[in-house]
């Protein structure tokens, strides 16, 4: 997001950066920490103008009656949700109260869940056009009242073909001009020499797995993995490097299995420090139940790593199965280990060949990144195709180079 924002700015876009809690910056990097003094936040709400917003809403009411009804009186959400959604609308009408003045002409919400409602409604009491971007669990599980919001954008903007032909399959109602592709990508400019890992000088396989500790990166799989692995008599071990709220369980699962000699949490790894994580690594494992097109395989990738990943949703778009990377079955205990038994062979034969399979596979996988996930060229790609869509009357737009000071795009 954070990036987003800085791409449309160097355009010479005025751009409202907008959240509704204040965003943990450790966590956005370092895009977002530069914006986070000038975000604007709905917390803490203040009374005064939860009063002005229930105000507005009383006198645009004509403005979002349609919502309030889809909340009440249709679908199958049940009453804990729309007491939720109706409270969103509450605060869509605060975020409104805020904006008003500010001369905001397009309100743009990254992520599909409740805070695209409340961007939904601040642009509908504001008489703007609003969009907003898909990523993965947005779409593809927590997708409450996504037919109306994808009704009432100007367009939707999703990482990976998957989740667009997902969207149209399931709400086919939608013109599919209106799904527009932006891929995510990775700095490509410090491109790593193509290297193995020394075999003969490091005998134990190492299994690197890079991400947020939450249940849908499913890291208790590969826990369980693990235990096949050693039961099998394999010497290896496992660095999980990401910090979140399944550490204690994963824990515990750790001492259930008696894997403390095998798996290490390293809990959150600075930036600054992942060189050396994915320099000993032979294999960058995902285990995901739910993924968009995740950036760690794409820096794993750049880096030179195999990496092995379930085959899901838009993953087989980066990762080509025995061309780029591996894939095993979701779900497949028995497929994951045997894709990791068939890497270790494949890699102690690596020492006797000058070039193996692997190494046209680490080549391959770099060039997919290059070519398809660079995020100097997918960012320049977004702010044409944004900016095209929005299409504001007053808006000239030549070769993207005169700054357009008129226009301010909100991102909540």
């Known amino acids: ?216 990166k499913d890291h208790a799989f590969l826990v369980r993995a693990c235990a096949r692995l050693r039961d099998g008599g394999f010497d290896f071990e496992c660095v999980i490097a990401g910090e979140g709220p399944e550490r204690k369980r994963l824990e515990f699962l750790i001492r259930k299995h008696r894997l403390q000699d095998h798996i290490t949490l390293a809990g959150h790894v600075a930036r600054a420090q992942m060189d050396a994580l994915y320099g000993r690594a032979d294999v960058v494992v995902l285990t995901s139940r739910s993924e968009g097109i995740p950036l760690v395989l794409m820096e794993a990738m750049m880096r030179n790593r195999i990496v092995l990943a379930p085959a899901i949703t838009g993953i087989p778009e980066i990762v080509i199965p025995g061309k780029t990377g591996l894939l095993y079955a979701p779900g497949a205990l028995q497929d994951f280990v045997a894709k990791i038994l068939f890497l270790e062979k494949q890699m102690c034969r690596e020492d006797r060949n000058a070039v193996s399979r692997l190494d046209w596979i680490r080549h391959a996988a770099q060039v997919q990144v290059l070519h398809n996930f660079s995020r100097t060229k997918n960012l320049s790609h977004f702010g044409d195709r944004f900016l095209q869509r929005i299409a504001i009357p007053d808006l000239v737009i030549k070769d993207w180079s005169p700054p357009h000071e008129d226009l301010v795009l909100q991102q909540v």
């Open 1 to 216: 997001m954070g990036e987003e924002i800085q791409e449309l700015r160097r355009r010479g876009v005025q751009v409202i950066a907008g959240s509704v809690r204040r965003p943990d910056a450790a966590q956005g990097g370092a895009s977002l920490e530069a914006l986070e003094p000038e975000i604007l936040c709905l917390q803490p709400v203040r009374v005064l103008i939860l009063l002005r917003a229930l105000s507005l809403v009383i006198r645009r009411w004509g403005e979002i009656s349609d919502l309030v009804a889809r909340v009440l009186l249709r679908g199958k959400e049940s009453p804990k949700r729309r007491l939720k959604a109706m409270l969103h609308t509450w605060l869509g009408a605060y975020y409104a109260v805020l904006l008003e003045g500010r001369g905001v002409k397009h309100v743009h919400v990254h992520h599909g869940y409740f805070g695209s409602w409340i961007g939904m409604v601040a642009a509908r009491l504001l008489g703007v056009s609003f969009s907003m971007t898909l990523h993965g669990s947005d779409l593809l599980v927590n997708r409450a009242y996504l037919d109306t919001k994808l009704k009432n954008c100007r367009f939707c903007v999703t990482i990976s073909e998957f989740n667009r032909r997902y969207t149209l399959e399931h709400f086919p109602w939608i013109e599919a001009s209106k799904i527009m592709v932006s891929r995510l990508g990775v700095d490509v400019a410090g491109r790593a020499e193509a290297r193995r890992v020394a075999r003969g000088t490091r005998r134990t396989f190492t299994l690197l797995a890079v991400g947020r500790l939450h249940a849908v």
